[in-house]
């Protein structure tokens, strides 16, 4: 997907397609839908007077022009009321503006004005950046394994601005748009690889690939490295899998930046998890396929991150193990000592994710952090605790959580902080290790942070429950495809920005 920004008059540009919109309850276009309107013999007011279009959010109106305007066709997309329209929902209706011309074939290349810049509080750069992250996130495709080539939706998109003052400006916006969008996608990518395809070295090799494109630093641990550090219980989780296991460590630092106390983010990267011998039932085994979202989620952030230019030092950790049975395996009852020093007790083999993250997070102190956040799929518990509508923050600084709270409302991915006390130690105390790696099913959601909090090491850190958001079985709207979802990257990009 290519988008460019240009001055000039929607109506004179010679796409496939142009785009103008209307908020609800508007009888009388202005602006430039008012401008194609009238070219158009006042078709767009014939159509709201026919009742046919009332601009409600998420709908749209296809035209086939007569002469008026350049192009052959004219989409009008409904932004709902004025008052409520924001980064979200200019996000949203910019990727139902590429799904309905995604299924009108002869649409190739598009031109559009920016959804509701200058409207209420939303300014244009603002609303040009969600254009555009919207547009990449709905022509996202998952990688394709099918002899026959998948169909293929716009691949161009104008951006028109008639007020040439403001296109350098909506240039940068919609770059940085299409910059995170990508980030976004590249996630989404690294998640929905078959996990043979995806196994740790896989995406170490992925990883390296990108940040060589992008300039970033790249360092990748095998299992010598690992254990030369003593990062035993990661290794632990590892040995029932004929894939060695990675750690990879990719490191923005701006001229100017290199001693600053970096921002870093963890990610589990389970490549595929049966469980190990804790084994799961083989119903819907295949979505732990995505048990690496969080590392996913690292490693397109980083990629946007450099791409992007943020200004601080950031450090992307993904820790990438397979999770699997055999002979070699790690046990139930098994007694594991990590980097820390801190002994552990396994009780399931299935709560491996935080297994591999106490050695990750004990890993990055070595960096003297300012905040370190972890993303994990970590917990089904999540999932029941909260839907599919936020996911779990936990933390040990007000601070941060601030950050990230107000990340989240800026990126419109979705957080609820849930509760850490110190009670939630109680069933994580382990009869002859330390800790225990699971706390059974009461409370299972905080023991699993306070089991990952217990391996930190003074610095403010926060977990991110993401096992209920990562994917999703349908298409959640029109720029959260089935599968995959990405989330995380936004977030991500925004809290290293603000924090
Ligand atoms: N990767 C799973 C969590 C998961 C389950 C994510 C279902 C998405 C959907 C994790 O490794 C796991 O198995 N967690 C166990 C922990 C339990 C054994 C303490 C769980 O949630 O059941
Ligand atoms: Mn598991
Ligand atoms: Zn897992």
Redesign the pocket.
Known sequence: MEISVQQGNIAEQAADCIVVNLFEGVTEPAGATGAVDKALNGAISRLIASGDFSGKAGSTALLYADGGVAAPRVLVVGLGAAEKFDTKAARKSAATVYKTLAKTKGVKHFATIVHGAGIGGLDPAAAAQALAEGTVLAAYRVPNYKREAPENGPERCTVVEFDGSRVATLAQAVQRGAQIGAGVNLARDLSNEPPNVLYPVAMAQRAQAMAEATGLRCTVLGEAEMSALNMNILLAVSRGSANEAQLVILEHAPAGTEQQAPLIFVGKG?TF?T?GI?I?PSERME??KH?MSGAAAVIGAMQAIAQVGVARRVIGVAACVENMPDGNAFRPGDILTGMTGKSTEIL?T????RLILADAVAYVARFEPKAVVDLA?????I?IALGTQAAGLFDNNADLEAALMGASAQSGERLWPMPMWEEYMEPIKGDMGEVKN?GGRGG?VST?AKFIEHFTEGYPWAHLDI??VAWSTTERDAMTPKGATGFGVRLLVDLAESY
């Open positions: 389970i998890d469980g804790s799961k979505e732990m048990d399931s299935d709560a491996e994710g799929t970590l917990t089904g518990a999932g699971s299972g699993s096992a209920n």
